[in-house]
T-cell receptor, first 114, second 112 residues
Framework: GAVVSQHPSRVICKSGTSVKIECRSL??????MFWYRQFPKQSLMLMATSNEGSKATYEQGVEKDKFLINHASLTLSTLTVTSAHPEDSSFYIC??????????FGPGTRLTVT | QKEVEQDPGPLSVPEGAIVSLNCTYSNSAFQYFMWYRQYSRKGPELLMYTYSSGNKEDGRFTAQVDKSSKYISLFIRDSQPSDSATYLCAMYSGGSNYKLTFGKGTLLTVNP
């Protein structure tokens, strides 16, 4: 159990467009979902934490208006990168947490902005 | 001093070797400890989740926690080439705050 999916796995978009990434917990209800960003050969950088039905909590330095997070249900969270620019190109990973707190990660989405 | 210290390696071992991966931490509030394995261009996979000091075994993996020394370890027995990956330690303090603090990860290569 504890499977998390992400869609799409890879996306290429043009500068100025918006991209939506979906994160789903497939076999459990997630009390909390997290969004991370990872640069090559670096560890995970937490962007925001979200709970179902409430506003996301963003980490310092993360632009709320650029990275929109919607946590519509206990199994679905979405991250929308608005007006994407080449510097937004990165590997975005979501995770979902059950009651015990351990986080289960999705496979990641590679975003390339041209 | 960083909250979690982890030697980034790289660590290279022959197939069948016993691998020891370690993290130290400075925040005594951390109560829950995890080890993740991350293959290149993939999301991290949870390997071990521990709370108490002591050992926890799962197949070829053993997680060890020493809260008095603020030190955690992951041992891999009979290592296989498929174990080649980056291993991340992670921890959090508990309660309603599930925010994890990660080590930087150790890159492991198991040579056939």
């Amino acid at each position: 159990g504890a499977v998390v999916s992400q869609h799409p796995s890879r996306v290429i978009c043009k500068s100025g467009t918006s991209v939506k990434i979906e994160c789903r917990s497939l076999d459990f209800q997630a009390t909390t979902m997290f969004w991370y960003r990872q640069f090559p050969k670096q560890s995970l950088m937490l962007m925001a934490t979200s709970n179902e039905g409430s506003k996301a909590t963003y980490e310092q330095g993360v632009e709320k208006d650029k990275f929109l997070i919607n946590h519509a249900s206990l199994t679905l969270s979405t991250l929308t990168v608005t007006s994407a620019h080449p510097e937004d190109s990165s590997f975005y990973i979501c995770s979902a947490s059950r009651d015990r707190g351990e986080q289960y990660f999705g496979p990641g989405t590679r975003l390339t902005v041209t | 001093q960083k909250e979690v210290e982890q030697d980034p390696g790289p660590l290279s071992v022959p197939e069948g070797a016993i691998v020891s991966l370690n993290c130290t931490y400075s925040n005594s509030a951390f109560q829950y400890f995890m080890w993740y394995r991350q293959y290149s261009r993939k999301g991290p996979e949870l390997l071990m989740y521990t709370y108490s000091s002591g050992n926890k075994e799962d197949g070829r993996f053993t997680a060890q926690v020493d809260k008095s020394s603020k030190y955690i370890s992951l041992f891999i027995r009979d290592s296989q080439p498929s174990d080649s990956a980056t291993y991340l330690c992670a921890m959090y303090s508990g309660g309603s705050n599930y925010k994890l603090t990660f080590g930087k990860g150790t890159l492991l290569t198991v040579n056939p």
